[in-house]
């Protein structure tokens, strides 16, 4: 089998379609979580994700990579770029919640909290987007570290939540 018989999506596709592609692929996997999902086209938030029994919102930024448009010694690897600005620095919570590098041509996304990004430039073989569970597992973990390191976030949307039950009298 060949690399690119792998792939499901086209292998031609220009950057601004590939990112593209990439956003409507990692909403597509977030509402398959449960979650319900907006486009935002802001700089740096793609998504905005929102559960629909707590009420807690995301931000997610969507960054997009095809192997095929890796030159020639780099085709069995995807790269993806988090360093924001100029300078490239981290992200923080102050940027965004999660971060959803999605491989276009396989369409699979995995998803990194802002927390947990320490360094500027991931590289990812392409097998490990066959990864069983890939998506499911780091979309749970990555919701769950968000709630455990940004305790504002669980206690606006469990406000909300008693808020809609009638029961913060």
């Known amino acids: 089998m060949t690399l690119s ?17 990439g956003e409507h692929i990692a909403a597509a996997s977030v509402i ?12 740096a938030v793609d998504l905005i994700a929102w559960h629909p029994d707590t009420g807690q919102m995301l ?19 995807v790269h993806f770029q ?3 600005g100029g300078k490239k620095r981290l992200p923080t919570i102050a940027d965004y ?15 990194l909290p802002v927390t947990s990004i320490n360094i500027k430039k991931y590289q990812k073989p392409i097998s490990f987007f066959e990864t069983p569970n890939l998506e499911s597992d780091s979309w749970a973990s990555a919701v769950e570290l968000i709630n455990e390191t940004n305790p504002k976030s669980q206690t606006v949307h469990h406000n909300k939540r008693r808020r809609r039950h009638g029961s913060d009298r």
């Open 82 to 84: 988090t360093g924001l």
């Open 5 to 21: 018989s792998k792939f499901v999506a086209d292998t031609v596709l220009s950057q601004t379609t590939s990112g593209l592609a």
């Open 59 to 77: 931000r997610i930024q969507v960054k997009a990579c095809q192997a095929s448009r890796q030159g020639a010694g780099h085709r069995h690897r």
């Open 97 to 111: 919640d999660i971060l959803a590098m999605v491989s276009t041509e396989q369409r699979v996304v995995w998803y």
């Open 32 to 43: 398959a979580r449960g979650w319900r999902v907006a486009m935002a086209q802001q700089d």
